[in-house]
C-alpha cells in the first residue's frame, strides 16, 4: 500500500465520482481506477460500491475512511514541518526528570531545542520517578525521563539504552588502584548509598543478595552530588551511574562492578494513549539521540 492509494481513495469517498475524484487528485478515471482496484485487492475486500454510474462506500470503506484520513492529516502535518519556514513551532513542553538526568542531558537537550525551535516555552521540573507518573497522569506533564519503573506501570515506558553502575572512590581510596570489582568484594566495605524506597536501591540490594556482600552503609543520601561530596571527604564509596559523576569532578575514580554487574535503563515516559502535540515529538527525537550519543562515548572504542 502506498501514499498514492489512500489519497485516491480518500478522494473518492469524498466525491464518489471516478470524474471529479480523478480531477481532484490529477489523474486520468482509468488510473484512478486501477489504483482504486489495487487498494481493494491489497486490503481483501471491496471499499466501493459500482451501481450503474453511481458510486457508493461499502460498509469496509467506511470503517477504513476514518483511519485512512487520520493516516494522511498526520503526514500532511509532518511534511509540513518539514518544509522551509514549516519547523516554526508553538506552544510548550513540560519535562519532568530525575536528579541524574537533570545534571547534563536535560540541559544539553534543552539547549539543542531551543536553538531550533526559540518560540515554544520549556518549563523542566526535577522529581523523583513516582512524582513524574504522578503529574503524567494528571496531565500536568508531557514527558518523563527516568529509570525503568520497578513495578507495574500505566504508564508506557520507551526505553533508551543500558547503562551499567560504577563504584565510585576517590584517588586515595584502597581500592582506586583496582581495574574491575567484584560485588562479593563490597562485603563489609563502607558505602553511601541512595534510601531504599529508590529503585536503584533495590536494585543495588538484590545484586548484593545474589553475590552473597553485605556491605556498611554508613549514609544513606537522596541525591548524587552530596554522596559524591562524601567520597571526596572519607574512605567511603558509592555506586552510581558513569553518566551522573560530572567530568569536572577531580579526585574520583569509577571502577566498573561484575559478577553481577548492576546495569539500569533510562527512559522516556509517557501517558497511554495520549496524542502528543509536535514539540513534545520534537523534543523526544533530541533526547533519543543525544541519548544515544551520550551512551556510545561512555562505552568507548570496540
Known amino acids: 500500500?502506498?501514499?498514492?492509494?489512500?489519497?485516491?481513495?480518500?478522494?473518492?469517498?469524498?466525491?464518489?465520482?471516478?470524474?471529479?475524484?480523478?480531477?481532484?487528485?490529477?489523474?486520468?478515471?482509468?488510473?484512478?481506477?486501477?489504483?482504486?482496484?489495487?487498494?481493494?485487492?491489497?486490503?481483501?475486500?471491496?471499499?466501493?460500491?459500482?451501481?450503474?454510474?453511481?458510486?457508493?462506500?461499502?460498509?469496509?470503506?467506511?470503517?477504513?475512511?476514518?483511519?485512512?484520513?487520520?493516516?494522511?492529516?498526520?503526514?500532511?502535518?509532518?511534511?509540513?514541518?518539514?518544509?522551509?519556514?514549516?519547523?516554526?513551532?508553538?506552544?510548550?513542553?513540560?519535562?519532568?526528570?530525575?536528579?541524574?538526568?537533570?545534571?547534563?542531558?536535560?540541559?544539553?537537550?534543552?539547549?539543542?531545542?531551543?536553538?531550533?525551535?526559540?518560540?515554544?516555552?520549556?518549563?523542566?521540573?526535577?522529581?523523583?520517578?513516582?512524582?513524574?507518573?504522578?503529574?503524567?497522569?494528571?496531565?500536568?506533564?508531557?514527558?518523563?525521563?527516568?529509570?525503568?519503573?520497578?513495578?507495574?506501570?500505566?504508564?508506557?515506558?520507551?526505553?533508551?539504552?543500558?547503562?551499567?553502575?560504577?563504584?565510585?572512590?576517590?584517588?586515595?581510596?584502597p581500592l582506586a588502584a583496582r581495574k574491575r570489582i567484584r560485588m562479593v568484594e563490597l562485603h563489609q566495605q563502607r558505602l553511601v548509598l541512595m534510601p531504599e524506597y529508590f529503585a536503584t536501591r533495590t536494585l543495588l540490594d538484590e545484586c548484593f543478595k545474589a553475590s552473597g556482600a553485605e556491605p556498611i552503609v554508613v549514609a544513606e543520601m537522596s541525591t548524587i552530588a552530596p554522596m559524591l561530596g562524601l567520597v571526596l571527604r572519607m574512605q567511603i564509596a558509592a555506586i552510581a551511574a558513569t553518566n551522573a559523576v560530572p567530568a569536572a569532578m577531580k579526585g574520583l575514580r569509577m571502577i566498573p562492578l561484575e559478577s553481577p554487574t548492576p546495569i539500569r535503563t533510562p527512559g522516556l515516559l509517557w501517558r497511554l494513549g495520549g496524542k502528543q502535540a509536535a514539540p513534545v515529538q520534537s523534543f523526544a527525537v533530541i533526547v533519543r539521540k543525544t541519548a544515544l550519543g551520550n551512551s556510545l562515548r561512555h562505552e568507548g572504542p570496540g
Open 1 to 173: 500500500m502506498e501514499l498514492r492509494h489512500l489519497r485516491y481513495f480518500v478522494a473518492l469517498a469524498e466525491y464518489l465520482s471516478f470524474t471529479r475524484a480523478a480531477a481532484r487528485v490529477h489523474v486520468t478515471q482509468s488510473t484512478l481506477s486501477h489504483q482504486i482496484r489495487q487498494l481493494e485487492e491489497e486490503v481483501g475486500q471491496p471499499l466501493f460500491d459500482r451501481i450503474g454510474k453511481k458510486v457508493v462506500t461499502t460498509e469496509a470503506g467506511e470503517l477504513f475512511l476514518a483511519f485512512a484520513t487520520r493516516a494522511l492529516k498526520e503526514v500532511d502535518l509532518g511534511l509540513a514541518m518539514l518544509r522551509p519556514g514549516g519547523s516554526d513551532l508553538t506552544g510548550q513542553v513540560r519535562i519532568g526528570a530525575t536528579h541524574t538526568f537533570n545534571i547534563g542531558l536535560i540541559p544539553e537537550c534543552v539547549a539543542l531545542f531551543l536553538a531550533r525551535h526559540p518560540t515554544v516555552r520549556v518549563r523542566v521540573e526535577e522529581l523523583a520517578a513516582d512524582q513524574i507518573g504522578a503529574k503524567l497522569h494528571a496531565g500536568e506533564l508531557d514527558i518523563g525521563i527516568a529509570y525503568r519503573p520497578s513495578g507495574p506501570s500505566e504508564l508506557w515506558f520507551e526505553p533508551l539504552y543500558n547503562e551499567e553502575m560504577v563504584l565510585v572512590v576517590a584517588d586515595t581510596h
